[in-house]
């Protein structure tokens, strides 16, 4: 992000309030309504909203730029290694045999459960975007064997990603929030899991199988060629279960160190330690399971030289839209944050004086809704509550409760200026008026519920 030292916001909540409404209405106008694409809708909005904000004129353009590259630094990496990893168990006949495995375990009944249950046990240690595009493939195989709905297998296992990158430590959410609140983080992880579970089956799992029936939509062809009959010989279940585990088992090397060295467990600046999170951060598991499935599912299979450079070279085409459209949503979040307008909303609301719980919940959906980043909503909400919690007489168990309102609250209402609402959507070939009906009516249903359950636990201790 650009320095913009020595500049002030002016403007007031009010007018800031009316601009960020005015920008999400002429982005759903022109994407939905006038059928321009979303990535030039995004680009063209961010810098009118830069613009209407008053943000320096010298600056609007590298802010832009800054906030589109700081989004998609990590996202193009993800989605393209990503994808990579899915073509190669796609078209080695992976997912077809393990999808086979999964509706024998499960029944054709319950396969979106099956699915569900394995995001969520996925999604301890592994992040959501990266958690969910390598799990696509097993989603579009199950959901083309079995009718070819890809929201009705698709929804249970992206919410379940979710309900975990939300609530559960050591994802960087709770585990901030918990240090700003002085909360201990093992209560923190017991309660959230807690939390977690009957949050996901209820707005996840139950909503997912809604929607999978009111929105039938043929899965999407991200990986190429969707013809996997004619592959001889595929691997075994084992082979690809183990392939897809490879970048978990790295991730989690990366996000439990981090957890074991907040807690003082081990000490970051050690060499050990720090190579170990290197090779754990989401990228390179990823580029290590790409090169071992090249291996594995390419070249002991017979696979060599131009045609495996093919099949991978076939992966990047269909995402590259989702790519820059993910972009894009971050550079409109981003001129959102840098404008001041989540600022100047949280104080609007620090002013009416609501009980510590419900303040803190409020105040990160405003932050949510105004600038798009659950991260940024939840850390910064945590940030401005923190001191009151510090002064209040809580016990343990209720800072914990208020850790995990303020995470509930951070993930309401993912829209327009998320950068994840067009991952979903697009990852999963949604319009931006089904995404809004679908994957933020969710969103939305999934704050509110982890609240409810995190005032119980409030009340209750």
Known sequence: MPDLEGWDQTLGAGPL??????????ILVLV?????????????????TAFATGLPASQ????????????LGQVALLIALGAMLGKLVEHSGGARVLAERMVSLFGERRAPLGLGLAS??????????????????????????????VLLYGFPAATAFSVMHVFVPPHPGPVAASELYDANIGLVLVVGVLIALPVWYLTGYRWGLFVGHRFVLPVPALFGSTDDDETVDPPSVATVILILLLPLVLIFLNTGLDFLSTAGVVDERETWVQVLVSLGSAPVALLISVLVALVVLGRRRGVRGTALEKIVDSSLGPVASVILITGAGGMFGGILRLSGIGDALAGVLGDLGVPIILAAYLTAVVLRVA?????????TAAGLMGPAVEAGDFSALQVVAI???????????????????WLVGRLMGMDVKTTLKTWTVQQSLQSVAGFLCCLAVYAVF
């Open 17 to 26: 309030l009316l601009i960020a409404a005015g920008a999400v209405a002429l």
């Open 32 to 48: 939905i309504w006038l059928k321009m694409h979303a990535f030039l809708t995004l680009v063209l909005v961010s810098l009118l």
């Open 403 to 421: 850790v995990l309102a303020t995470a509930a609250g951070s993930v309401f209402a993912s829209h327009v200026n998320d950068s994840g609402f």
């Open 60 to 71: 609007i353009v590298p802010a832009l730029v800054s906030s589109f590259g700081g989004t």
């Open 120 to 149: 969520l046990a996925f999604g301890f240690p592994i992040f959501f975007d990266a958690g969910l595009v390598v799990m696509l493939p097993v989603i579009f195989a199950v959901a083309r064997r079995l009718g070819n709905n």
């Open 371 to 379: 600038q798009g980043s659950a991260t940024v909503a939840l850390v």
